[in-house]
């Protein structure tokens, strides 16, 4: 449909992860299994934690909440990257390139103030243990997972509304794997002056809020490990911790990268989509891995569930 000297676009074409033809079968192999792993790892670990009573605590409730995002996060960008890597038309239309961007920015929001609760979770269980389980309460776990969710969930609609209200002429190829903000927005012949500042000011509140809510329940959490006098409570409350600011630090600092800048700065689009594989697909993959490598409860579970098997 044609706009003055301009062409409304009704569909994108996603350039993915490569333009290279003979690398595009070799990355759909490894990008499949870094997706089969994802599925795997983050059901059964939703699984192990049902089927476990004494896995039914605040922070194994937080937990399965985290795999289930990491599901619904690979499962808004895998699918359709995999399919272009196939196919030689690469296109997505208007509709369905709005709900992938609704969809992921809705479940990496949610999942940036997941991880915040599941910090405030182990400060209240590490530095206030004689009253965590009377505040910690099941109610209070479902309030707070259901408050991330409708946050997460709210401000994704309004980030897409607005991108969508830009104009889309001329150019409809996005540099990037799936459809994010700040490709679209490079994308759009509008001025995106408005959108961009939006953009800048809410993922500097999400992140830093967030990330602030993380780094002063460590804080709290180390001086009160400092104070623990037996060494087995010490290594216990760091492994516990530690997984859990391992997919912190991976996962903030790649998304910072992405959305702490100017979208329509000359970026190379190439280091971005590195830095998007990592926070979208590599970390849903690596989070049940590091959370039941390097948590003894997990690991004493799948042992018993695999004796009992066996036998």
């Known amino acids: 449909m044609a706009r003055g000297n301009h062409t409304t676009v009704t569909e994108f074409v996603l350039m993915g992860f490569t333009d290279c033809p003979e690398l595009q079968l070799p990355l759909f192999v490894v990008f499949l299994v870094i997706y089969l792993l994802t599925m795997v790892g983050n059901l059964g670990l939703i699984l192990l934690i049902r089927m476990d009573s004494r896995l039914h605590t605040p922070m194994y409730y937080f937990l399965s909440h985290l795999a289930f995002i990491d599901l619904c996060y690979s499962s808004s960008i895998g699918p359709k990257m995999l399919q272009n890597l196939l196919v030689k038309k690469k296109t997505t239309s208007f509709s369905g390139c709005f709900a992938q961007l609704y969809f992921s ?3 990496a929001t949610t999942e940036c103030f997941l991880l915040a609760t ?12 004689l009253i965590y389980t009377a505040i910690m309460t099941q109610r209070v776990c479902k309030e707070l997972a259901i408050g991330v969710y409708t946050y997460g969930f709210l401000n994704s609609v309004i980030q897409t509304v607005l991108t969508f209200q830009l104009s889309f002429c001329d150019s409809n190829i996005i540099h990037h794997f799936y459809c994010a903000d700040p490709p679209l927005l490079a994308l759009s012949c509008s001025d995106t002056h408005s959108k961009e500042k939006q953009l800048l000011i809410f993922s500097a509140v999400n992140l830093t809020g967030s990330l602030l809510t993380v780094l002063i329940s460590y804080i709290c959490i180390l001086f009160s490990i400092i104070k623990i006098q037996s060494s087995e409570g010490k290594c216990k409350a ?4 530690a997984s859990h600011l391992t997919v912190v630090i991976i996962f903030y600092g790649t998304l910072f990268f992405m959305y702490l ?6 970026n190379p689009w190439k280091y971005n989509k590195v830095v998007s594989v990592f926070y979208s697909l590599i970390i849903p993959m690596l989070n049940p891995l590091i959370y039941s490598l390097r948590n003894t409860e997990v690991k004493n579970t799948l042992r018993k569930m695999l004796e009992g098997k066996e036998s």
Request: proline share 8%.
């Open 105 to 107: 920015s809705a479940f």
């Open 261 to 266: 800048r100017q979208p329509k700065a000359r």
């Open 118 to 129: 599941m910090a405030y979770d182990r400060y209240m269980a590490i530095c206030n243990p």
């Open 238 to 241: 760091f492994s516990t911790c």
